[in-house]
């Protein structure tokens, strides 16, 4: 058997890394992250809940859905995801999360399946799940097609994954980089690299040369005068998210 080839890029696990035991601080560096978690867990739990017919209203509503968070960081998402009933597997690159997101799981009382390990690893175990969550991870690896069709291989067939990242354009670059980092001084300068940024139409395409057929895709937009992000049918210009399912046979 041949050994999987890796999308990890070094570099990028370095700076994530870097600023691991500051995961949960939510005034600290991932900032941005905690504010825009609410929205994004919107539009997970709605996507999840329509394909797999899951009452939200239910305290177990995922209960019977194996979900893997890839990338998963300290685990701000795979935490409500287990606290919606799924078994949850969170994996990441970046060693040094692990231990900062299984700490975090104990003191919560969470059963969390956390793992240093790659997409591509455990597509080669033959790991499969009901969804996928890839939030912001696949502008930060070295080949992003090669990268979500290992997600797609982790799918069951009829799998939902779901894929956030930044569009690439003038607005991204000012508002993501020169804002986030240089002004607001949410993030270290140097976390993003606006030429690794994915359009909406080249996500489109790659999540359909992977194996996937995409079925939606919305915005997340930030409004600095109410300071809280929203969903958004029409703006996709500077962060967005794709929902995309598995063929079933």
């Known amino acids: ?33 905690h504010m825009l978690n609410p929205c994004r867990l919107d539009y997970i739990t709605m996507q999840i809940a329509g394909e797999f017919d899951c009452d939200l209203t239910a305290p177990d509503a995922f209960k019977g859905l194996r979900i893997l968070d890839i990338g998963c960081g300290g685990g701000l998402l795979s935490e409500p995801m287990a606290r919606l009933g799924a078994t949850v597997v969170g994996a990441d690159a970046a060693a040094g999360n692990i231990p900062v997101a299984q700490i975090h799981a ?9 793992r240093h390990t790659t997409a591509e690893a455990l597509a080669e175990a033959g790991e499969q799940f009901d969804v996928v969550l890839n939030m912001e991870v696949v502008e930060h690896v070295a080949s992003p097609i090669a990268y979500l069709t290992a997600c797609r291989q982790l799918l069951k067939p009829g799998g939902l994954h779901i894929c956030s990242t930044l569009n690439r354009n003038a607005k991204s670059y000012v508002v993501a980089i020169v804002g986030a980092e240089h002004v607001m001084r949410w ?12 359009t909406p139409d080249e996500l489109y395409n790659m999540l359909n040369e992977s194996g996937l057929t995409p079925v939606d895709r919305k915005g997340f937009v930030f409004n600095p005068i109410l300071w809280r992000w929203s969903l958004s049918a029409k703006d996709l210009s500077v962060n967005y998210v794709t929902a995309s399912l598995k063929p079933k046979t």
């Open 1 to 33: 058997m041949q050994a999987h080839q890796s999308t990890v890029d070094d570099a990028e696990v370095a700076k994530f890394e870097a600023m691991a035991a500051e995961w949960w601080d939510a005034e600290g560096k991932f900032k941005p992250l």
């Open 106 to 114: 104990q003191q919560s009382d969470l059963k969390i399946d956390y």
């Open 187 to 198: 993030l270290p300068k140097g976390t993003h690299e606006w030429s690794k940024f994915i």
